[in-house]
């Protein structure tokens, strides 16, 4: 997956604890306008789960901001991921629409999140200091 989001003129980084990498999170354009985000990780993910937020939250204005064309980001998260719903919030995800039934490759239920740049005037939904 962070082969395909860099090879895919994405935008990533690799979270490293005690000379390990231990996560990654990256952003990739699906198609024009909507980007993908994606993160994943190891047991030590919580000990650079700060960081990877900052720099997460630094990206995604960024992209949703600038003359890229981004006008919506989204992220997918196993249902029973609480975890990982709790990290998307912080960063300004927001739930869309009911759970994805049997979406993961294993059967899994997943939850959509979304960050959208607003009509006109470039605020970023989601995306508030």
């Given at each position: 997956e962070a082969y395909y989001v860099l090879y895919h003129k994405g935008r990533g980084s690799i979270a490293w604890h005690n000379g390990q990498p231990v996560a990654v999170i990256g952003f990739y354009e699906r198609?024009?306008?909507?980007w993908e985000a994606v993160s994943f990780g190891t047991e030590h993910y919580k000990a650079v789960g700060v960081d990877l937020m900052r720099y997460g939250r630094k990206l995604a204005r960024e992209l949703l901001s600038s003359d890229l064309g981004a006008r919506r980001l989204q992220a997918d998260s196993r249902i029973d991921n609480e975890q990982a719903h709790a990290f998307i919030r912080v960063l300004g995800g927001k739930p869309e629409g009911p759970p994805m039934r049997s979406y993961g490759?294993?059967?899994?239920?997943y939850q959509r999140f979304v960050w959208l740049r607003a009509d006109g005037d470039a605020q970023l939904v989601g995306l508030q200091a």
């Open positions: 198609w024009p306008g909507c490759r294993d059967g899994a239920d």
